[in-house]
Structures are given as C-alpha cells and as structure tokens.
C-alpha cells in the first residue's frame, strides 16, 4: 500500500481579538486511510502572550497513513479557544486544511472563522460570554452544508508540515 508521513508542528496562532489562546486538531480522512503509527487529534497547551497578538504552540504533529486510494486525502483541522482568567473555554475560531499532496516541507496557514449570529446573540454574547458553536463538528471540513453558514473570519492557526511519500510510484501515481 502506498504511505504518507507527516511530521511538524502547529507553529502558532494569530490575528485573533483574544489572547490566553489554546488550540485543539486533529486529522480527518476518508475511508481507505489507516493510521499506521502516531495519534489522530491533539491539543496544544494555552499561551498568553504577554508582548504581542501571536500565541506560540509549538505543538508536534507525527502521523504515518497508509492507503489504498487517493480519495479522501488527510484534512488537518482546528478549533481554537480562548481561556479566561476563570478558566471557561470560549471557541473563537475553526479551521481547516488539505495536507499538501507534495513531499517536502510546508508552511501552511490555516485560516479560521466562527458562526454569526443576529443582533440579539451578538448582544447576549457580549454581556454573558459564549458563543455559537457547530452541533455536528464535521461541517468544519465537510463542504456539503457548510456553505449554509453565516460566519465571520476570526484569525489563522501556522504550521509547519513535513510530508514523506513512499510506494506511490507502484500504484501509477506521480509525485
């Protein structure tokens, strides 16, 4: 079977209005995908930077696939949270990415948002804290009902990836 490794690190995240941000992900695949060695989903520890917007993880990403089909390719994808002095967790953004297709390293952005709401949720949300999140979490990489969403752009989650093909050549598939 063809393979896939994918090694790196969720490097930090920025442009968001909260800071004390924490960041948890995972990997979504199709059907022909097997997880050889490594963990699927993950979360970072909670930075607050204390100079500066940009909340640094350094959070290791190590995944080995295997497969029998190109079909339903590795997803990377993100949910961000601030975390008050209280310590409650608030969503502020979800996010996600294809890994690249091409070894190598990558730098990849991976750009956020969050549900809208009318006048009286963002009024609530204001004076009670909160906010909406998604009842069914695939629709973060599911395109089929995710365009019915209002949303607003939030901020952007960096990585750094590293990706190893091995055997693709024996199936007919370029690299």
């Not at 996010?95 to 963002?122: A, V």
Request: aromatic share 10%; proline share 4%.
């Amino acid at each position: 079977m063809a393979e896939v490794h994918a090694i790196g690190q969720l490097i930090s995240a920025s442009g968001f209005s909260q800071r004390s941000l924490f960041c948890r992900w995972g990997i979504h695949t199709g059907g022909a995908w097997k997880v050889i060695a490594g963990i699927k989903e993950g979360q970072t520890q909670v930075d607050d930077p204390e100079i500066g917007e940009v909340a640094f993880f350094s959070h290791p990403v190590d995944i080995h696939f295997s497969t029998r089909g190109l079909q339903g390719w590795p997803k990377l994808w993100v949910q961000v949270y601030h975390q008050d002095s209280f310590g409650r967790n608030e969503l502020v953004g979800y996010g996600f990415t294809h890994l690249p297709s091409s070894p190598g390293l990558h730098n990849i952005q991976i750009l956020t948002w969050k549900p809208s709401g009318g006048l009286s949720d963002t009024i609530s949300q204001h004076f009670l804290g909160g906010g909406h999140h998604l009842k069914a979490p695939e629709l973060i990489f599911s395109g089929t009902e995710r365009h019915r969403l209002t949303t607003v752009a939030t901020g952007q989650v960096n990585a750094q990836i590293h990706i190893v093909l091995r055997n693709f050549d024996k199936f007919g598939i370029e690299c």
